[in-house]
């Protein structure tokens, strides 16, 4: 399995905190990328990274910003969680150029109340 | 718009009988498919893939066929096991260091 871990896995919050999720790999690559799951709309790209302190938005990246400062940690952070931001979200990494593979942490779920 | 479709939310299939999952795409500048497979409570992890160069790939039990002229993907498995019961999602790249994912298909397969 590809070394990536998230921090935490679960999170329950209330509207208007922010919060910080950690990505963290061991693999040294240089793509990374932030995903939410919701039921019905399959995994959508909030924000991706291509190298330290290079980051650029997804299809769904308002209330969300990034930051990377080293190659191997990807931070995701909510400003000010709401509610519609209560969702499953994924790090991974990825081969490209060589291959147009990604590579799957586990998840972290989190809830705004 | 979505531009990756995966029509069928779910597919029930018996052990050893085959399970074809399908995707569409709209975009004909698609050069690589990949197909992932995702537990509950896990990440998704990687399938198989194939380049659009190709029309068919083959990897033990799974096997994904292109249509480029249709601009439809199928993930073949045979024969079905139960540990195959997962959500499948397709994903489709421009040459391009992202991937667009369909809304996946839970496969059931019972005994």
């Known amino acids: 399995d590809a070394g990536i871990t998230q921090s935490p896995r679960h999170k329950v919050t209330e509207t208007g905190t922010p919060v910080t999720l950690r990505c963290h790999q061991t693999?040294?690559?240089?793509?990374m990328y932030w995903y939410r799951q919701d039921p019905g709309h399959g995994l959508r790209l909030i924000h991706y990274?291509?190298?330290?302190?290079?980051?650029d938005k997804g299809e769904v990246s308002d209330g969300y910003s990034v930051s990377r400062s080293k190659t191997e940690d990807f931070l995701l952070t909510l400003e000010s969680a709401t509610s519609s931001q209560t969702s499953v979200y994924f790090c991974?990494?990825?081969?490209?150029?060589?291959?147009?593979?990604?590579?799957f942490g586990p998840g972290t779920r989190l809830t705004v109340l | 718009d979505q531009q990756v479709k995966q029509n069928s939310p779910s597919l029930s299939v018996q052990e050893g009988r085959i399970s074809i999952l399908n995707c569409d795409y709209t975009?004909?500048?698609?050069?690589?498919f990949l197909w992932y497979k995702k537990y509950p409570a896990e990440g998704p992890t990687f399938l198989i893939s194939?380049?659009?160069?190709?029309d068919k790939n083959e990897d033990g039990r799974f096997t994904v066929f292109l249509n480029k002229s249709a601009k439809h993907l199928s993930l073949h498995i045979v024969p079905s096991q139960p540990g195959d019961s997962a959500v499948y999602f397709c994903?489709?790249?421009?040459?391009?260091?992202?991937?667009?994912f369909g809304t996946g298909t839970r496969l059931q397969v019972f005994p």
């Open positions: 991974a990494i990825g081969t490209f150029p060589l291959t147009n593979e990604q590579f």
């Open positions: 693999e040294n690559h240089r793509y």
């Open positions: 990274s291509y190298g330290v302190k290079d980051t």
């Open positions: 975009n004909s500048m698609f050069d690589y």
């Open positions: 194939i380049s659009s160069i190709k």
């Open positions: 994903a489709a790249s421009l040459n391009t260091d992202k991937l667009i």
